[in-house]
């Protein structure tokens, strides 16, 4: 599976950006799809992640840090995650990379074998 991000950028607090992950190749068992960030000097940590079922049913996790602000969705014509990111912070500020893997709603990174390249978000205060 290879996994192409778009969408980070610089933007103002307050301000919003649409992030893309689109999967190819063989992507069957994939179960979910993740965000995860990380900021200059910091661990990677988990943004929110996107887990779907054998009939389709949807479950979205996030990080307390994002709840309410971020909205993680899936195309379902296609192996593509979004994260809506509203009201940015400047503590948003980090790489996010995109992961998609077999586990069932996890948080962990670890649950994820499949990575993107990082793309970067930068929000000023």
Same mark, same amino acid.
């Given at each position: ?12 607090? $307050?301000?919003?950006?649409?992030? #893309?992950?689109?999967? &190819?190749?063989?992507?069957? $068992?994939? *179960? ?20 779907? /079922? ?18 993680? &969705? ?12 509203? &009201? ?12 998609? $893997?077999?586990?069932? *709603? &996890? ?5 994820? /074998?499949?990575? $993107? ?6 929000? #000023? #205060?």
């Amino acid at each position: 599976v290879q996994l192409q991000a778009f969408g980070g950028g610089l933007v103002q607090a $307050g301000g919003s950006l649409r992030l #893309s992950c689109a999967a &190819s190749g063989r992507t069957f $068992g994939v *179960r979910a799809m993740g965000w995860f960030r990380q900021a200059p000097g910091k661990e990677r940590e988990f943004v929110a992640s996107i887990t779907w /079922n054998w009939v389709n049913t949807y479950y979205a996790d996030y990080a307390d840090s994002v709840e309410g602000r971020f909205t993680i &969705s899936r195309d379902n014509a296609k192996i593509t995650a979004y994260l809506q990111m509203n &009201s940015l912070k400047p503590e948003d500020t980090a790489v996010y990379y995109c992961a998609a $893997g077999p586990q069932f *709603r &996890s948080i962990l990174a670890s649950a994820y /074998n499949c990575w $993107g390249q990082g793309t970067l978000v930068t929000v #000023s #205060s």
